[in-house]
T-cell receptor, first 110, second 111 residues
Framework: GQSLEQPSEVTAVEGAIVQINCTYQ??????LSWYQQHDGGAPTFLSYNALDGLEETGRFSSFLSRSDSYGYLLLQELQMKDSASYFC???????????FGGGTRLMVKP | ETGVTQSPTHLIKTRGQQVTLRCSSQ?????VSWYQQALGQGPQFIFQYYREEENGRGNFPPRFSGLQFPNYSSELNVNALELDDSALYLC??????????FGPGTRLTVL
């Protein structure tokens, strides 16, 4: 089986940096993905890490340590529009069947 | 390029009824996955179709079934609806392993 743990809620102020952690236990591992979901909306893809290290895409970065079964999403220069739920998800096999964590609700305050 | 679309947007059914949800995948994507998302939780994988064949299944009973058509669109069928089936049903299409593109979802309410 597979399980993922991430904090349920994080609050930060506009312009700040926030890190959302994700630890996982899986029977197989291909990669760790991050998705953003605004209330009432669909999850949208943010990043994917298959190998150890940091991937950077604009204000968002994602990190993976396979040996520690750990990853994080780093959001810089926070904006109000970043208020949303963020999910980490594990691909346990090549078929890209994702197992999602419970989500972290990020609230950005002025 | 057209994104993933789903229909209907909302649906209300009663216990014991059957429902069919539809999904049109993004142009060129040959893989479709279905997820169930209860309020306040992460999406749960139901099953995946690749080139019209079921390619994997999550921990859902057989009354959840699906189809994929030659144009890669897909259907999710749920028989004998239960109250706990009330959720947002998400369809996601993909071409490569690392990225799935989600549709807006169908909100199903079972009374």
């Amino acid at each position: 089986g597979q399980s993922l743990e991430q904090p349920s809620e994080v609050t930060a102020v506009e312009g700040a940096i926030v890190q959302i952690n994700c630890t996982y236990q899986t029977s197989g591992f291909y990669g760790l993905s991050w998705y953003q979901q605004h209330d009432g909306g669909a999850p949208t893809f943010l990043s994917y890490n298959a190998l150890d290290g940091l991937e950077e895409t604009g204000r968002f970065s994602s990190f993976l340590s396979r040996s520690d079964s750990y990853g994080y999403l780093l959001l810089q220069e926070l904006q109000m529009k970043d208020s949303a739920s963020y999910f980490c998800a594990v691909s346990g096999n090549a078929g890209n069947m994702l197992t999602f964590g419970g989500g972290t609700r990020l609230m950005v305050k002025p | 390029e057209t994104g993933v679309t789903q229909s209907p947007t909302h649906l209300i059914k009663t216990r014991g009824q059957q429902v069919t949800l539809r999904c049109s995948s993004q142009s060129g994507h040959n893989t479709v996955s279905w997820y169930q998302q209860a309020l306040g939780q992460g999406p749960q994988f139901i099953f995946q179709y690749y080139r019209e064949e079921e390619n994997g299944r999550g921990n859902f009973p057989p009354r959840f079934s699906g189809l994929q058509f030659p144009n890669y669109s897909s259907e999710l069928n749920v028989n004998a609806l239960e109250l706990d089936d009330s959720a947002l049903y998400l369809c996601a299409s993909s071409l490569v392993v690392d990225t799935q593109y989600f549709g807006p979802g169908t909100r199903l309410t079972v009374l």
